[in-house]
């Protein structure tokens, strides 16, 4: 056991203050990672404010890890210690149900053992995330990093880039297809960047116009404001995929329209309310709506593969730790571009 520095949420409405706790030393089959660099997810502040009515306190947020293995246990093959690791949104699945022997540990039967908040069913108690000197988990869920990726740009890559790469590469986004992507966010500017690389042309949705030459220059080849009906309606029954990274409540039939016959809406953003969804949207052009979550552990490392080779990371701000709570702030305000990553070193 170790004595580790993190910050954390003592409740639903206390600021994310300085805490220490006892890390366990790693298993056989584990191995430890100091910390240097955690992206900070908007899906940290829901549960950090118990937004989403299930945390556990105290709460150490942060499933976009990147940092270095400290200690490999006996049987660990994968990692020695020096090298370069990182940590998604998962630490383990029951590694028995149908989706977990088809690489779908995201979709367990039983539940993934999230990073953080998420009961450890091994080891007893609450997961603690990646606002921690370090993390201790199984080198199955643990992914090596291509040494030709910025450290601090590759951390929301386990969180942003695995959620829009997943259904970007489920759903065959190609060459000359014509894809939209909803929102320019944390999750919205990686869809961009990938979906660009894929060899699609990439229009962007947003109801910021100001949003414009940043979208051009991450990879889109045109811009709609979406409140401009005028703009939507140039583009009905055009599009091969559109992929939704809103997760405030929004009209989602705006959208729909725009597909081809057999076309999908993939949602990726999480509303807290229903959306509405007329049938005839549906119904009449044989269009999908569907959701998509994570990737399972080897297509991130496939995500993360494919990144270096393309050179893509986040477009980033680094804070140090002690700014936690203002960066919070700032996110939900949408004050950033496009994701703000810790400095671990600052914890020190």
């Known amino acids: 056991m170790r004595q580790t520095k993190a910050y954390a949420a003592l409740n639903e409405s206390?600021?994310?203050?300085?805490?220490?706790?006892?890390?366990?030393?790693?298993?056989?089959?584990?191995?430890?990672?100091?910390?240097?660099?955690?992206?900070?997810?908007?899906?940290?502040?829901?549960?950090?404010?118990?937004?989403?009515?299930?945390?556990?306190?105290?709460?150490?947020?942060?499933?976009?890890?990147?940092?270095?293995?400290?200690?490999?246990?006996?049987?660990?093959?994968?990692?020695?210690?020096?090298?370069?690791?990182?940590?998604?949104c998962m630490v383990n699945s029951c590694r028995e149900c149908e989706p977990c022997k088809a690489g779908l540990e995201q979709l367990c039967e039983a539940g993934p053992t999230f990073t953080y908040n998420s009961p450890d069913?091994?080891?007893?108690?609450?997961?603690?995330?990646?606002?921690?000197?370090?993390?201790?988990?199984?080198?199955?869920?643990?992914?090596?990093?291509?040494?030709?990726?910025?450290?601090?740009?590759?951390?929301?890559?386990?969180?942003?880039?695995?959620?829009?790469?997943?259904?970007?590469?489920?759903?065959?986004?190609?060459?000359?297809?014509?894809?939209?992507?909803?929102?320019?966010?944390?999750?919205?500017?990686?869809?961009?960047?990938?979906?660009?690389?894929?060899?699609?042309?990439?229009?962007?949705?947003?109801?910021?116009?100001?949003?414009?030459?940043?979208?051009?220059?991450?990879?889109?080849?045109?811009?709609?404001?979406?409140k401009n009906e005028t703009e939507m309606k140039k583009h009905l029954n055009s599009f091969d995929f559109i992929i939704d990274t809103v997760a405030a409540p929004h009209d989602v039939n705006a959208y729909l329209e725009l597909l081809k016959h057999d076309s999908a809406l993939v949602l990726v953003g999480a509303p807290a309310q229903p959306l509405g969804v007329a049938a005839f949207n549906l119904i009449a052009k044989r269009r999908q709506f569907a959701g998509s979550l994570i990737g399972g552990i080897a297509e991130t490392q496939e995500m993360l593969d494919f990144c270096a080779a393309h050179n893509i990371v986040s477009d980033i701000e680094l804070i140090p730790i002690q700014k936690i709570n203002e960066a919070y702030d700032r996110l939900v305000k949408g004050d950033v571009k496009y994701r703000f990553v810790i400095d671990m070193k600052s914890l020190a």
């Open 121 to 226: 069913k091994i080891h007893g108690g609450i997961t603690y995330g990646g606002y921690a000197e370090a993390i201790v988990l199984d080198e199955m869920f643990a992914l090596r990093v291509p040494k030709s990726l910025d450290l601090a740009g590759t951390a929301p890559l386990l969180c942003a880039g695995i959620t829009t790469y997943s259904p970007l590469r489920r759903w065959k986004v190609g060459k000359g297809q014509k894809v939209g992507v909803v929102g320019l966010g944390g999750l919205g500017h990686m869809a961009v960047k990938l979906a660009n690389v894929f060899g699609a042309n990439v229009v962007l949705f947003t109801t910021s116009p100001g949003k414009t030459n940043d979208a051009i220059r991450l990879g889109a080849k045109e811009v709609v404001v979406s």
């Open 14 to 88: 206390s600021s994310v203050a300085p805490f220490t706790f006892q890390r366990r030393d790693p298993d056989p089959n584990e191995i430890e990672i100091q910390i240097l660099f955690c992206g900070i997810c908007h899906t940290d502040i829901h549960q950090a404010r118990n937004e989403w009515h299930g945390t556990t306190y105290p709460c150490v947020p942060g499933h976009e890890i990147v940092g270095r293995v400290t200690k490999a246990g006996a049987r660990v093959k994968k990692f020695k210690e020096g090298d370069l690791a990182a940590v998604g």
